[in-house]
């Protein structure tokens, strides 16, 4: 053995006399403050089990599922079982000795998954391995209030997302912060997985609260208005105006403007209109954009009138103006002819086709019945 093993080693044995056999979990901690790799751990441990002073029982997954099962409504206790969401306060806080002990059981898991992804051959890696997680469960499982607390401030500008759905983001943010979090910085877990969680919260709502993703600044702009906006509320009695709210946040009108478009609420066409269920938003959209049978008819008869009298007025005059009048504005039915086409078709200039039909609108302009009519055209057409 080298010094340092064997200098860790001659530590163990002293606390087994006083301590008895040791709990793996014991060992794993003094390892971990004396920076002993998963490889020198290993060989330890071998030594450990030579001089029969080694309980290779877990502690940790042992208390896990302990508070998994005592967790449990009665009738329905099962080990492998989770806690469920009105379960949640059943797990007590833990200590900060509590929470630097699980802290330093999940790093040196996640070293010895190191080692064992890299291919070392480690007797107790699995080992480690397991227990690291099942830290980290505990870990997660004792602070899974604080995501609770923390999502239910991110509801009110959620969207579409539910707090069982922010909870879940910010369990996931909890998972995050327990693999990242150093034991030997001296704070409070719950301190440093506070950003992860609002992190993870923030970034589900930007991804999937609404139909349109905004980016995460954006979200965060949206909430420091919605926040502002209820203050105001709850000192005046009333809502604010856009006014108020830029001198108040000291923005721009504007981009208070453009900020409450963004978190304007999407209309679904789904939305039942009644009680039974039986017609939704989209039926009536749909209904609203189908014209009429008279008021189709109607239009029909607007257009033959109208086609009448244009008829009427150019009895007499240049044929050309009929045909240019059909060709320039597509009457015929086919694609609208330019100012060149046409001069090809009647064999003039395109400059004198331009005054032949400066000629015809001046004609059509003064006739008043048929400006009456083509105004209540173009009035049911856009209705339509």
């Known amino acids: 053995m080298d010094e340092v093993i064997e200098d860790f080693v001659e530590a163990l044995l002293e606390d087994s006399e006083r301590l008895g056999r040791l709990e793996r979990e014991h060992v794993v901690q003094v390892a971990s403050r004396r920076g002993i790799t998963p490889q020198q751990l290993d060989h330890a441990f071998a030594v450990l089990r030579d001089h029969g002073v080694l309980n290779d029982g877990s502690a940790v997954r042992a208390e896990v599922v302990h508070d998994v099962v005592n967790s449990e409504p009665a009738g329905s206790r099962t080990p492998h079982s989770g806690a469920s969401a009105n379960q949640i306060g059943r797990h007590r806080i833990l200590s900060a000795e509590e929470e630097v002990r699980l802290g330093r059981t999940i790093q040196m ?70 693999e990242k979090f150093d034991p030997t910085l001296g704070y409070k877990f719950s301190t440093y997985a506070t950003w992860w969680v609002r992190q993870s919260i923030s970034r589900a709502i930007a991804n999937t609260g609404s139909v349109v993703r905004l980016p995460v600044h954006v979200r ?34 504007a981009e208070i403007r453009a900020l409450l478009d963004y978190s304007a609420p999407v209309i679904h066409l789904d939305v039942p209109v009644d009680e039974e ?85 001046e004609r059509l302009k003064t006739n008043e019945g048929l400006k009456t009519l083509t105004a209540e055209y173009l009035g049911r057409e856009a209705a339509a």
């Open 220 to 253: 965060e702009d949206l909430r420091r208005v919605d926040r502002y906006a209820r203050g105001f509320e709850e000192r005046n009695g009333r809502k604010p105006s856009l006014a108020e709210l830029a001198e108040g946040l000291g923005e721009k009108p």
């Open 277 to 361: 269920g039986s017609a939704t938003l989209g039926d009536l959209v749909l209904a609203s954009k189908v014209e009429l049978p008279e008021e189709e008819s109607m239009r029909h008869l607007l257009w033959e009138q109208i086609f009448d009298t244009i008829n009427t007025l150019l009895a007499g005059t240049d044929p050309r103006l009929a045909r240019l009048l059909e060709g320039r504005f597509g009457l015929d039915g086919e694609e609208p002819m330019t100012l060149d086409a046409l001069g090809k078709e009647f064999g003039i200039t395109r400059e004198r086709v331009r005054q032949l039909e400066k000629k015809l609108l």
């Open 109 to 178: 898991g996640q070293r010895a998954a190191l080692s064992l992804a890299a291919g070392e051959k480690l007797g107790d890696a699995a080992e480690l391995v397991q227990d690291g997680e099942a830290a980290r469960n505990a870990l997660v499982r004792h602070n899974v209030r604080l995501a609770i607390d923390i999502a239910r401030r991110f509801l009110p500008g959620a969207g579409d997302l539910e707090l069982d759905d922010l909870i879940q983001e910010g369990v996931l943010g909890l998972n995050r912060a327990a």
